[in-house]
């Protein structure tokens, strides 16, 4: 790339940075002290990709995404996940027509924007796999015919990591669908304080859209142009093969979660103002997006603890690229 085409390129960066500044701000209105949360699930949304959020009640789980659709002038579909919830209540069903014989599509909580599927992991194991396809392809197949879904689409998902009782484990597929999982946790005092004193005065019902749709599908080609260099490719593949070659580890990252990590550093250096990825964008975003990817063994359990901890001792061990 010459001096004057990089010129330009970062002012195209500058520029495209702004409507990302203010989808940040706007959300980060009602998120109180959870910057950091914010800059990832943008992320998600610019690398694309779905997010699961783990945490226990009343932390903000389903504000974050509404305030997300809000701010994006996009339809916000949102579906209660229940042991009785069907497949059909997610993806639609077609039904007979009355007084015809012509076969008609009712639509389903997926067909939107941005889908918030609220406890996720209290719905069947036959219901949570009605998500997949429109996860990996965004689209859903009804009696052999398939349907687009509306872009962008992204999936925020919840579930509460303390309360197992009636609930059904994600399978590793789902997981794998997954961009990040992320841990948004309590506020500290101040911003707590911030919360209750301001608590009538912003909310998401008084937010409004920031960006539009179509800025949204172009923020994300941009950052598909961020560059990337092969050593940085490399570095990400000396990790993931780390997570399969470790005797801790009984599964590893697969080659979507390489993927996954691939898009996902250049969608943050792109929300950091730059059209380059560095390592540490690398090192920064690697619990969060391989750290539901892997199934620690026995050992990797005591040891370790959780996955989280798991990728950080992994990514210790790699030469960072120089």
Avoid at 8 to 25: G, S, T, W
Avoid at 144 to 169: D, I
Avoid at 258 to 284: E, N, Q, T
Wanted: glycine fraction near 6%; charged fraction near 25%.
């Amino acid at each position: 790339m010459s001096k004057i085409e990089r010129f330009f390129n970062m002012q195209r960066i500058a520029n495209q940075d702004r409507r990302v500044e203010a989808l940040l701000d706007n959300i980060g209105k009602v998120i109180k002290g959870k910057a950091g949360i914010i800059e990832l699930v943008v992320t998600a949304l610019l690398a694309p990709g779905h997010v699961l959020i783990e945490d226990v009640p009343g932390v903000g789980k389903t504000k974050l995404a509404t305030a997300l659709a809000v701010s994006c002038g996009g339809t916000f579909g949102r579906i209660q996940m229940t042991p009785d919830i069907m497949p059909s209540d997610v993806t639609g069903f077609s039904f007979l027509r009355p007084g015809s014989y012509d076969m008609e599509f009712r639509r389903g909580a997926v067909f939107c924007n941005f889908l918030l599927a609220d406890e996720i992991n209290r719905a069947s194991p036959k219901s949570q796999s009605a998500l997949l396809e429109s996860m990996e392809e965004h689209s859903v197949t009804i009696d052999e015919k398939t349907y687009r879904l509306p872009e962008p689409f992204m999936v925020l998902a919840t579930q509460n990591p303390v309360e197992t009782f009636g609930t059904f484990p994600l399978p590793e597929a789902q997981m794998d669908r997954f961009l990040f999982r992320l841990h948004i946790g309590y506020p500290d005092k101040e911003d707590e304080l911030s919360i209750l004193q301001r608590e009538s005065e912003i909310s998401v019902e008084t937010l409004g859209s920031v960006v539009s749709l179509n800025d949204i599908l172009f923020l994300r080609e941009c950052a598909r142009n961020v560059y990337i260099s092969a050593s940085l490719e490399r570095y990400i593949l000396e990790i993931v093969h780390g997570t399969r070659e470790a005797e801790e580890i009984r599964l590893g990252v697969s080659p979507r979660g390489s993927i996954a990590l691939h898009k996902a550093a250049k969608a943050y250096a792109f929300l950091k103002g730059r059209d380059f990825v560095l390592p540490d964008d690398i090192k920064y975003l690697c619990p969060y997006s391989f750290a539901h990817r892997i199934s620690l063994s026995a050992k990797g359990k005591s040891v370790w603890g959780n996955g989280f901890n798991a990728i950080e001792k992994i990514v210790s061990r790699i030469e960072v690229p120089v």
